[in-house]
T-cell receptor
Framework: AQSVTQPDIHITVSEGASLELRCNYS??????LFWYVQSPGQGLQLLLK??????LVQGIKGFEAEFKRSQSSFNLRKPSVHWSDAAEYFC?????????????FGRGTSLIVHP | DSGVTQTPKHLITATGQRVTLRCSPR?????VYWYQQSLDQGLQFLIQ?????ERAKGNILERFSAQQFPDLHSELNLSSLELGDSALYFC???WGTGNGYTFGSGTRLTVV
């Protein structure tokens, strides 16, 4: 069964600093990979996704993620964090086997941004 | 506004009661997914419907059931509620395999 690990429960950065959120997955084939963001009291919003092709994926709000097959990782990055980026970030991995696509979500990383 | 509408936003009910949560998917999306989010379990997949038919089941309790209607809206029915059922319940929709979900803003259920 597929699994997703987000090793950091909380990450604290200063506004303007760079950010990297880690995500490791366990899956036999090439997975579908996603990053979502959840602001307080809101649903999850898709930041970016990877299916195939270029392993560096650009998303919304200035985020990018890099798929590294050798490390089974899909880390999320942003060069300069804004205070409005404070939120919960979820990595998810899925597949389309059997015609039913159900991603598994990590437990999330809470991003705290200091002024 | 994501295009996925969930009602009600908040629900407070007593143990043993039954509630119905409603979800209208984004226009054009045929698949609807229900998730439960709690502090101890994280985001748990409950059930998926595709164009009116059940497609996949996750960690859904027997006390819970769902259906998707011809107009593609979906309802999640939770019965014999327990304190541990208190959680955020999200609906998400998608139009194709692997396109990523569009989530609603959720229903916060509190069982007292």
């Amino acid at each position: 069964a597929q699994s997703v690990t987000q090793p950091d429960i909380h990450i604290t950065v200063s506004e303007g600093a760079s950010l990297e959120l880690r995500c490791n997955y366990s899956y036999g084939a090439t997975p579908y990979l996603f990053w979502y963001v959840q602001s307080p009291g809101q649903g999850l919003q898709l930041l970016l996704k990877y299916f195939s092709g270029d392993t560096l994926v650009q998303g919304i709000k200035g985020f990018e993620a890099e798929f590294k097959r050798s490390q089974s990782s899909f880390n999320l990055r942003k060069p300069s964090v804004h205070w409005s980026d404070a939120a919960e970030y979820f990595c998810a991995v899925g597949d389309a086997s059997g015609g039913s696509y159900i991603p598994t979500f990590g437990r999330g990383t809470s991003l705290i941004v200091h002024p | 506004d994501s295009g996925v509408t969930q009602t009600p936003k908040h629900l407070i009910t007593a143990t043993g009661q039954r509630v119905t949560l409603r979800c209208s998917p984004r226009s054009g999306d045929l698949s609807v997914y229900w998730y439960q989010q709690s502090l101890d379990q994280g985001l748990q997949f409950l059930i998926q419907y595709y164009n009116g038919e059940e497609r996949a089941k996750g960690n859904i309790l027997e006390r819970f059931s769902a259906q998707q209607f011809p107009d593609l809206h979906s309802e999640l029915n939770l019965s014999s509620l327990e304190l541990g059922d208190s959680a955020l319940y999200f609906c998400a929709s998608t139009w194709g395999t692997g396109n990523g979900y569009t989530f609603g803003s959720g229903t916060r259920l509190t069982v007292v």
